[in-house]
């Protein structure tokens, strides 16, 4: 029997229509205006099981970074496979969010088509941009305009030294927590609404509108020892929507907010405001992160792919390499990795269902 996981964004999404069909699920494609590399269209296809006037309704999100897509959209394809057959209770909807980011996940980055990442574009664009000092101070050394083995000695020389003088948490900080004035730099939270959240806001408002019971669950990787998926909550540790979410994901849940998580604060990130675009229904989302790589091999996989995006000719040789290095930072095509993944994904899920009536 074919697996759940994927070797690119065209396999993914023929897996995941096909399971969604088998299931007996709804499917809606939502289409970007943009093209992959092999000239493929890209869209992000959701998979509806239940009746549409459902009160409590699990979401799940893969793609959201793109080249991430992998974990999340295998644990999508899986968990409609396993629905086949299955009845509902009336009361309970399944929405599968399918690469919400199409353009990263088939162009193997963890950016948008604008270099926008997803999860830092949830701010309010009608204040006054956030600032960043700390990555003001590493811009030109994280993202340089020569790649050349010289050029990556010394930049990284000055980042070691930068991270001797302040620490690495602080480093991962001011690298991840977002920025908003350097368009073709890391961790971009853009100047306006990228596609894929106004797609995703539309889908909330316009989907779940009778719903007073929601649980999302988007599925990320990159951070974090190898194997392991780290539940993050989006709201303070004191909040009480944080003890009603770990009581059905578990006592694993990390808080965003200074709760030791392996992901930094950052500003921007759709966890925290999606609840907002509900007002009427209590939500809990959670991130999955699954670590790969040591920290330090993604953070320059990434910096090669904004060179290469930046600076470089995506049709080199060197392209396919940086390209390589990019997806085995975000994936595993390890059987071991895989599995543990998996069987964290579906136990994820299958949490939900059983927050969902409580």
């Given at each position: 029997m074919e697996?759940?996981?994927s070797e690119d964004y065209s396999e993914a999404r023929r897996k995941f229509l096909a399971a969604a069909s088998e299931?007996?699920?709804?499917?809606?494609?939502?289409?970007?205006e943009r093209r992959g590399p092999a000239g493929e269209d890209l869209t992000t296809d959701i998979a509806w099981l239940g009746l549409p006037e459902a009160r409590s309704v699990l979401v799940t999100i893969s793609g959201t970074h793109g080249v991430e897509g992998f974990f999340g959209s295998a644990t999508q394809i899986e968990s409609?496979?396993?629905?086949?057959?299955?009845?509902l209770p009336r009361e309970v909807a399944l929405m599968h969010?399918?690469?919400i980011n199409p353009f990263g996940f088939a162009w193997l980055r963890r950016t948008n088509e604008d270099n926008i990442d997803i999860n830092r574009n949830w701010i309010d664009f009608a204040l006054p941009l956030p600032e960043s000092p700390a990555y003001q101070?590493?811009?030109?050394?994280?993202?340089?305009s020569d790649w050349s083995s010289a050029a990556q000695a010394e930049t990284g020389m000055r980042l070691n030294a930068w991270i001797q003088r302040h620490g690495m948490a602080a480093f991962q900080k001011a690298v991840s927590g977002g920025q908003w004035h350097h368009p073709k730099g890391l961790f971009y939270g853009g100047n306006a609404p990228s596609w894929s959240r106004r797609t995703l806001s539309e889908l909330f408002?316009?989907?779940?509108?009778?719903?007073s019971r929601v649980i999302v669950l988007d599925f990320h990787t990159g951070l974090g020892p190898y194997g392991y998926a780290e539940p993050i909550v989006g709201v303070p540790k004191l909040d009480p929507a944080f003890a009603r979410t770990r009581m059905w994901i578990g006592a694993a849940a990390k808080s965003l907010y200074g709760d030791g998580s392996i992901s930094a604060e950052i500003k921007g990130d759709s966890l925290s405001v999606l609840p907002r675009l509900l007002p009427h229904a209590a939500v809990d989302c959670v991130g999955l992160e699954c670590g790969i790589r040591p920290v330090a091999e993604v953070a320059n996989a990434l910096r090669a792919d904004a060179w290469l995006h930046a600076h470089g000719d995506l049709r080199s040789v060197e392209s396919k390499r940086i390209k390589a290095q990019l997806r085995s930072a975000f994936h595993s095509d390890d059987a071991l990795w895989q599995g543990m993944a998996l069987g964290q994904g579906l136990a994820a899920c299958q949490a939900a269902m059983s927050g969902l009536s409580t």
């Amino acid at each position: 029997m074919e697996g759940s996981f994927s070797e690119d964004y065209s396999e993914a999404r023929r897996k995941f229509l096909a399971a969604a069909s088998e299931a007996g699920a709804v499917t809606v494609p939502y289409r970007l205006e943009r093209r992959g590399p092999a000239g493929e269209d890209l869209t992000t296809d959701i998979a509806w099981l239940g009746l549409p006037e459902a009160r409590s309704v699990l979401v799940t999100i893969s793609g959201t970074h793109g080249v991430e897509g992998f974990f999340g959209s295998a644990t999508q394809i899986e968990s409609l496979k396993r629905s086949k057959g299955t009845v509902l209770p009336r009361e309970v909807a399944l929405m599968h969010v399918h690469a919400i980011n199409p353009f990263g996940f088939a162009w193997l980055r963890r950016t948008n088509e604008d270099n926008i990442d997803i999860n830092r574009n949830w701010i309010d664009f009608a204040l006054p941009l956030p600032e960043s000092p700390a990555y003001q101070e590493l811009q030109d050394d994280l993202c340089p305009s020569d790649w050349s083995s010289a050029a990556q000695a010394e930049t990284g020389m000055r980042l070691n030294a930068w991270i001797q003088r302040h620490g690495m948490a602080a480093f991962q900080k001011a690298v991840s927590g977002g920025q908003w004035h350097h368009p073709k730099g890391l961790f971009y939270g853009g100047n306006a609404p990228s596609w894929s959240r106004r797609t995703l806001s539309e889908l909330f408002t316009s989907r779940l509108a009778a719903a007073s019971r929601v649980i999302v669950l988007d599925f990320h990787t990159g951070l974090g020892p190898y194997g392991y998926a780290e539940p993050i909550v989006g709201v303070p540790k004191l909040d009480p929507a944080f003890a009603r979410t770990r009581m059905w994901i578990g006592a694993a849940a990390k808080s965003l907010y200074g709760d030791g998580s392996i992901s930094a604060e950052i500003k921007g990130d759709s966890l925290s405001v999606l609840p907002r675009l509900l007002p009427h229904a209590a939500v809990d989302c959670v991130g999955l992160e699954c670590g790969i790589r040591p920290v330090a091999e993604v953070a320059n996989a990434l910096r090669a792919d904004a060179w290469l995006h930046a600076h470089g000719d995506l049709r080199s040789v060197e392209s396919k390499r940086i390209k390589a290095q990019l997806r085995s930072a975000f994936h595993s095509d390890d059987a071991l990795w895989q599995g543990m993944a998996l069987g964290q994904g579906l136990a994820a899920c299958q949490a939900a269902m059983s927050g969902l009536s409580t």
